[in-house]
């Protein structure tokens, strides 16, 4: 789905977009031995190691999309041994059996995996500071991260 694409790509190129954190993290292509891939993997070196997996849904956040994603992070676990991971799942709606299937996992699992909705906790649509080039909400007075208020148009 083209929307997708674009919301990759966006979220790829600015992380920090989806949260601040991000942006000391790295970010790293992983294929797993059954070909799947994760949207996005920010990895952080410095120990202990900690690992964040993002998944990007255009429409509806569904059962599916939670189960993709759970199964990325127990795949990631096995590949770099790596004890701390979380995951964050955007996405526009989140149907109730998604809720109740993230609320399952974070009781049983132990694993924290987060919502952020379009438009809502992260933008959609964004414009660029004219000063640090940093993408801000397409509505922001001014820049989030150098108080610039001029904007490329
Ligand atoms: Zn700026």
Redesign the pocket.
């Known amino acids: 789905m083209a929307d997708e694409e674009r919301l990759l790509e966006l979220f790829k190129c600015h992380p920090y977009l989806i949260d601040d954190e991000l942006e000391n993290f790295e970010l790293i292509a992983r294929t797993y031995r059954n070909g799947t891939q994760p949207d996005l993997l920010f990895y952080k070196h410095n120990p202990p190691c900690e690992i964040v997996i993002v998944e990007i849904k255009s429409g509806a956040i569904d059962h599916n999309a939670v189960n993709q994603i759970y199964s990325y992070i127990r795949k990631e676990r096995n590949y770099s041994g790596c004890g701390n991971i979380r995951g964050i799942i955007i996405g526009r709606t989140i149907s109730d059996n998604a809720v109740k299937l993230l609320q399952q996992i974070s009781e049983n699992k132990n694993i924290n995996i987060s919502v952020k909705i379009l438009g809502q906790d992260v933008p959609e649509k964004v414009k660029y500071?004219?000063?640090?080039?940093?993408a801000?909400w397409f509505n922001a007075q001014k820049?989030?991260?150098?108080?610039?208020q001029k904007f490329f148009t």
């Open positions: 500071c004219i000063k640090c080039r940093k801000n820049c989030k991260y150098c108080g610039n």
